[in-house]
């Protein structure tokens, strides 16, 4: 499988409520639909145990290879969920990067 993982930071002037609420109930749908997709994680933060993290959730979409990463990463269906992504994110702070899958337990 080949991961890409998101660092997602919301927008400012959300509450980490609004945040989940919108990006859960409104744009999952829209990055669900990339052609190829596996599987597609969402985890936003709930709360944290010390010093805030840089970022306010993390979401993951696995592909079979990279070559159906990038069959994706041109797609209609990927620039609409980018499209989205100003609506409840600061764009300029969230980051993606290719990631391998370790099954501890």
Aim: hydrophobic content about 50%.
């Amino acid at each position: 499988m080949f991961y890409v993982v998101f660092l997602v930071k919301k927008k400012a002037e959300m509450t980490q409520k609004e945040f989940i609420n919108y990006w859960i109930s409104e744009h999952t749908a829209l990055t669900a639909k990339l052609p190829g997709i596996r599987a597609y994680h969402c985890f936003p933060m709930t709360g944290h145990d010390s010093q805030a993290p840089p970022f306010d959730a993390v979401a993951y979409v696995a592909f079979d290879d990279e070559a159906a990463w990038r069959v994706a990463e041109r797609s209609p269906e990927l620039a609409a969920a980018l499209a989205d992504g100003p609506n409840f994110q600061t764009v300029e702070d969230t980051m993606a990067f290719f990631a391998e899958r370790h099954v501890i337990v």
